[in-house]
């Protein structure tokens, strides 16, 4: 299923709220540990999966990136994005993940911020992706932690004040939709695990590089009040690299 929740006036307009629209890769909790694994991307030619804004298409091009492809299924994001970007060795395409085209071999590294979670089949996308990689090329991505995913409610158990008592976890191991709620709207996201991240990255012929579960920088926890955000993962980031044959 192809999901297009963000050119929805409403649920675009609370997103264009949030801090991350706002103020850019400067006001995304996990954006220091992110930058800090980015693959090298001078004289390359990048893919961004699900690129919203274009934030990491503008820093790819930025860093020296050969040129930038940033596809996204929402018109309104690709909008802001080509209204915001700067770089000329940037271009978009309003495409779902699913269903983007291009030559074989064609990009040396693809990166994805927070989109593959509402992706179906995620094992159809990491082949897309090694099939559009050179080899040793990089594939580089955040999501949702699965310990976030776990529970459809995503949200904490709270004491008679409203105090974060603990994050649940259950149904774990029952991947699949979650009907969820953000921003208002009713949102539909893709639970697995861990473990099928992993899996599905080998059979489809990479190697794990690095995996990552961010926290927010200290200085970011106090500004924005986000201490609870240490109390549980919520994102996962994943590295991965080609094998050359």
């Known amino acids: 299923m192809q999901q297009n929740k963000y050119d929805d006036p409403n649920f675009f307009t609370e997103y264009a709220k949030m801090p991350r629209s706002v103020e850019g890769l400067k006001a995304a909790g996990e954006w220091s540990t992110f930058q800090t694994h980015m693959p090298n991307l001078k004289d390359k030619r990048v893919l961004d999966l699900g690129c919203g804004y274009g934030w990491h298409c503008q820093y790819a091009a930025e860093q020296g990136a050969l040129s930038v492809i940033g596809i996204d299924l929402s018109a309104k994001m690709l909008e802001k994005a080509k209204r915001i970007t700067t770089s000329d060795r940037v271009t ?56 976030f995913t776990a529970r459809a409610q995503q949200d904490w158990f709270y004491d008679a004040e409203s105090a974060a008592l603990h994050w649940p976890v259950d149904h774990y191991f029952e991947e699949g939709q979650r009907n969820t709620h953000f921003l208002g709207a009713d949102v539909v996201k893709y639970h697995r695990t861990i473990e099928t991240h992993i899996t599905g990255l080998l059979k489809a012929g990479f190697e794990i590089t690095a995996l990552i579960e961010p926290t927010p920088p200290k200085e970011m926890v106090e500004q924005m009040g986000w201490q609870n955000e240490l109390r549980r993962p919520m994102m996962l980031i994943i590295k991965a690299k080609k094998r050359a044959s």
Do not use: N
Not at 120 to 138: N, W
């Open 92 to 147: 978009y395409q309003q495409t779902a993940i699913e269903t983007f085209q291009a030559d074989t071999a064609s990009f040396d590294t693809i990166i994805s911020s927070l989109a593959l979670h509402y992706i179906q089949d995620i094992d159809a996308v990491f082949q897309k992706a090694a099939d559009l990689l050179k080899p040793l090329g990089e594939f580089y991505y955040s999501v949702e932690h699965p310990i």
